[in-house]
Protein backbone atom coordinates (compact mmCIF):
# COMPACT_ATOMS: atom_id res chain seq x y z
CA UNK A 1 0.00 0.00 0.00
CA UNK A 2 2.77 2.44 1.01
CA UNK A 3 4.80 1.83 -2.21
CA UNK A 4 1.70 2.20 -4.43
CA UNK A 5 0.51 5.95 -2.76
CA UNK A 6 4.29 6.79 -2.72
CA UNK A 7 4.26 6.15 -6.90
CA UNK A 8 0.72 7.29 -7.82
CA UNK A 9 2.84 11.18 -7.84
CA UNK A 10 6.49 12.08 -8.50
CA UNK A 11 8.79 10.96 -5.92
CA UNK A 12 12.57 11.66 -5.36
CA UNK A 13 13.84 8.84 -3.58
CA UNK A 14 17.44 8.49 -1.60
CA UNK A 15 18.42 5.59 0.47
CA UNK A 16 22.05 3.33 0.82
CA UNK A 17 22.27 0.47 -0.76
CA UNK A 18 24.59 -2.47 0.37
CA UNK A 19 25.65 -4.06 -2.69
CA UNK A 20 24.82 -6.99 -3.95
CA UNK A 21 26.06 -9.71 -7.50
CA UNK A 22 23.01 -9.59 -9.09
CA UNK A 23 23.19 -8.59 -12.90
CA UNK A 24 22.33 -4.97 -13.23
CA UNK A 25 22.63 -4.05 -9.79
CA UNK A 26 25.39 -1.77 -8.11
CA UNK A 27 27.84 -4.57 -6.60
CA UNK A 28 29.58 -2.38 -4.00
CA UNK A 29 27.83 -0.25 -0.99
CA UNK A 30 26.75 3.28 -2.83
CA UNK A 31 24.39 6.06 -1.75
CA UNK A 32 21.69 6.30 -3.91
CA UNK A 33 18.86 8.86 -5.84
CA UNK A 34 16.49 8.29 -8.47
CA UNK A 35 13.48 10.48 -9.21
CA UNK A 36 9.90 8.60 -10.63
CA UNK A 37 8.93 8.97 -13.17
CA UNK A 38 12.58 9.67 -14.56
CA UNK A 39 11.93 13.11 -16.16
CA UNK A 40 14.00 13.45 -19.60
CA UNK A 41 17.68 14.82 -19.49
CA UNK A 42 17.79 13.78 -15.96
CA UNK A 43 21.19 12.40 -16.47
CA UNK A 44 22.67 15.98 -17.83
CA UNK A 45 22.83 17.44 -14.51
CA UNK A 46 25.30 18.23 -12.36
CA UNK A 47 26.03 16.03 -9.43
CA UNK A 48 28.35 16.99 -6.05
CA UNK A 49 30.57 16.04 -4.87
CA UNK A 50 32.76 14.94 -8.32
CA UNK A 51 32.66 11.37 -7.54
CA UNK A 52 28.66 11.03 -7.86
CA UNK A 53 27.89 10.35 -10.41
CA UNK A 54 24.57 9.04 -12.89
CA UNK A 55 24.70 4.81 -13.93
CA UNK A 56 24.60 4.62 -18.14
CA UNK A 57 20.65 4.52 -18.25
CA UNK A 58 20.37 7.89 -16.40
CA UNK A 59 17.65 6.97 -14.26
CA UNK A 60 20.18 6.49 -10.62
CA UNK A 61 22.68 8.68 -9.07
CA UNK A 62 25.43 7.14 -7.13
CA UNK A 63 27.69 8.09 -4.89
CA UNK A 64 30.11 4.96 -3.89
CA UNK A 65 30.43 4.23 -0.46
CA UNK A 66 34.06 3.85 -0.54
CA UNK A 67 34.62 7.11 -2.09
CA UNK A 68 33.39 8.66 1.13
CA UNK A 69 35.38 6.34 3.38
CA UNK A 70 38.74 8.27 1.70
CA UNK A 71 37.33 11.50 2.52
CA UNK A 72 37.80 13.35 6.14
CA UNK A 73 34.33 15.47 5.15
CA UNK A 74 32.30 12.42 4.42
CA UNK A 75 29.29 13.89 5.85
CA UNK A 76 29.53 17.16 3.72
CA UNK A 77 29.81 14.66 1.22
CA UNK A 78 26.85 12.68 1.78
CA UNK A 79 24.63 15.90 2.24
CA UNK A 80 25.70 16.94 -1.12
CA UNK A 81 25.29 14.54 -3.30
CA UNK A 82 21.48 14.10 -1.66
CA UNK A 83 21.02 17.90 -1.91
CA UNK A 84 22.26 17.87 -5.64
CA UNK A 85 20.44 14.74 -6.36
CA UNK A 86 17.32 16.57 -4.98
CA UNK A 87 17.79 19.29 -7.04
CA UNK A 88 18.66 17.47 -10.55
CA UNK A 89 15.09 15.95 -10.03
CA UNK A 90 13.41 18.66 -8.86
CA UNK A 91 14.43 20.81 -11.89
CA UNK A 92 13.65 18.29 -14.58
CA UNK A 93 10.33 17.41 -13.45
CA UNK A 94 9.53 21.28 -12.88
CA UNK A 95 8.91 21.29 -9.30
CA UNK A 96 8.81 24.99 -7.71
CA UNK A 97 12.15 24.45 -5.41
CA UNK A 98 11.91 28.39 -4.22
CA UNK A 99 9.11 27.29 -1.67
CA UNK A 100 10.70 24.61 -0.47
CA UNK A 101 14.48 24.42 1.47
CA UNK A 102 16.74 21.73 2.41
CA UNK A 103 17.84 22.13 6.11
CA UNK A 104 21.12 21.16 6.67
CA UNK A 105 21.26 19.09 10.09
Not at 17 to 44: M, Q, R
Not at 57 to 85: H, K, T
Request: aromatic content about 14%; proline content about 6%; charged content about 20%.
Amino acid sequence: MVTREAYSHEVISFGFWFGDDKENSVAAPAFYSYTAPKPDGLENEPLQPDAAFWTPDGGMALLMYDDICQNENAREMILNFLESAYHAGAKRAGWDTTSFVLSRI
